[in-house]
Every structure is written in structure tokens, then in C-alpha cells.
């Protein structure tokens, strides 16, 4: 079956330590994105990317970095630099960009925390 | 900015009750609106989208309403059943290039009760 991979599924880290969540599809999907999604909040916009060597900021970028090396992979690390990283992380993607009609699939999501 | 809010925020009915849920949004210039379940812990699960020409959408026992004039959509559930516990969002995509243009609302948790 096609779908999202996110892993690992839960994640401690100390302060002060990099992490790398892994994001992988099997559904040919151009675009793929990474949310956050905080109690209380809506999700928000980490980074994007429309095609493979590119990627874009969303609203909240600072402290995160991401790499799209393959179609399939969109990990994404989360620095020292973010001060509050402790949310529940979300990996989607869709057939096409930003634009257009394309619905969303989205991974089953890891939880980080911090210690 | 477009702002979306689903209201209540959290929603508890009998089994069997038929329930609507509520997505309001501030800009009507959209592509579509597509309604999402999220079990708790977990991802989020696509149940409708309706393009911005399409008045209403349905899917088994959901059925998802547009109207882009006044800002809102609603999903009608019929026949609640306790599976359908979830918390329910709407995200909207607005006719807009760039980095972001797809804003959720942050949610309306159901509980149906046994």
C-alpha cells in the first residue's frame, strides 16, 4: 500500500542536541511538507518542497533545516537552535505544489521531547 | 491573512445523533476546503474536499457543505457512532503563490457516547 513513513514515532532529546526525523514516501508525490502541530493550535508551515534539490521556508523555519536529495525523502533536523522543539511533528504530501486541487496525505506523525 | 476556526472546540453527542461541525474562514478567494480526522497521537486522515466551484461533497455517512460568500463550511455527520470520535479540522488553501497558502483551523474534538 502506498503512504507516508514517519519515523521514529516518538523521540527524546536534551537540550542542546540535533535531531533528524525521517519522512519517507511511496505515493510518486512531487510536493512534500512538514508541520508542526502544537496543543491548542492549528498546524503550522515548517518547510516545503516542490521538487526534488528544492525547498522552501513556511511560517516558522527558524531553528529547522531540511534536505530533499530523493523524491521519496524529506528529513527534517531539528536544531539546538529551536528553543521550544518539544510538538508533535507532521510529514505530507500532495501531487502537485501549492497551488491546485490535490489533497493532502499525511504520515501518522512523530512526538519529540525535549528533556 | 486568512484565518479559519472551528467552533466548539470540543463536542460530546448520544450515539445515533445526527451533529454538524463548523469551519469559518475569512478570505473567500480559496482553491478548496478539505475536512481531516485526527485520532489522537496520530496523523491526519483526509474525509472530504470540496473545490471552491462545488457547492457540497459527500462520503458515506458525511456530507461537507461550501459557501464561499459568506465563509463557511460545515460537516454534517449522520447516525454518530463511537468510532467517529476524533478530533476534526478543516484546512483551506487560498488562491495564492508562494510558501504557504494552506491554513487549518485548529479543531473540534468529538466524542460520541455509548
Known amino acids: 500500500d502506498g503512504g507516508i513513513t514517519q519515523s521514529p514515532k516518538y523521540l527524546f532529546r536534551k537540550e542542546g542536541q540535533n535531531v533528524t526525523l525521517s519522512c519517507e514516501q511511496n505515493l510518486n508525490h512531487d510536493a512534500m511538507y512538514w508541520y508542526r502541530q502544537d496543543p491548542g493550535q492549528g498546524l503550522r508551515l515548517i518547510y516545503y518542497s516542490q521538487i526534488v534539490n528544492d525547498f522552501q521556508k513556511g511560517d516558522i523555519a527558524e531553528g529547522y533545516s531540511v534536505s530533499r536529495e530523493k523524491k521519496e525523502s524529506f528529513p527534517l533536523t531539528v536544531t539546538s537552535a529551536q528553543k521550544n522543539p518539544t510538538a508533535f511533528y507532521l510529514c505530507?504530501?500532495?501531487?502537485?505544489?501549492?497551488?491546485?486541487?490535490?489533497?493532502?496525505?499525511f504520515g501518522a506523525g512523530s512526538r519529540l521531547t525535549v528533556l | 491573512k486568512q484565518e479559519v476556526t472551528q467552533i466548539p472546540a470540543a463536542l460530546s453527542v448520544p450515539e445515533g445523533e445526527n451533529l454538524v461541525l463548523n469551519c469559518s474562514f475569512t478570505d473567500s478567494a480559496i482553491y478548496n476546503l478539505q475536512w481531516f480526522r485526527q485520532d489522537p497521537g496520530k496523523g491526519l486522515t483526509s474525509l472530504l474536499l470540496i473545490q471552491s466551484s462545488q457547492r457540497e461533497q459527500t462520503s458515506g455517512r458525511l456530507n461537507a457543505s461550501l459557501d464561499k460568500s459568506s465563509g463557511r463550511s460545515t460537516l454534517y455527520i449522520a447516525a454518530s457512532q463511537p468510532g467517529d470520535s476524533a478530533t476534526y479540522l478543516c484546512?483551506?488553501?487560498?488562491?495564492?503563490?508562494?510558501?504557504?497558502?494552506?491554513?487549518f483551523g485548529t479543531g473540534t474534538r468529538l466524542t460520541v457516547i455509548p
Open positions: 484546512a483551506v488553501r487560498r488562491r495564492q503563490t508562494g510558501a504557504n497558502n494552506l491554513f
Open positions: 505530507a504530501s500532495s501531487m502537485r505544489g501549492q497551488s491546485g486541487a490535490n489533497v493532502l496525505t
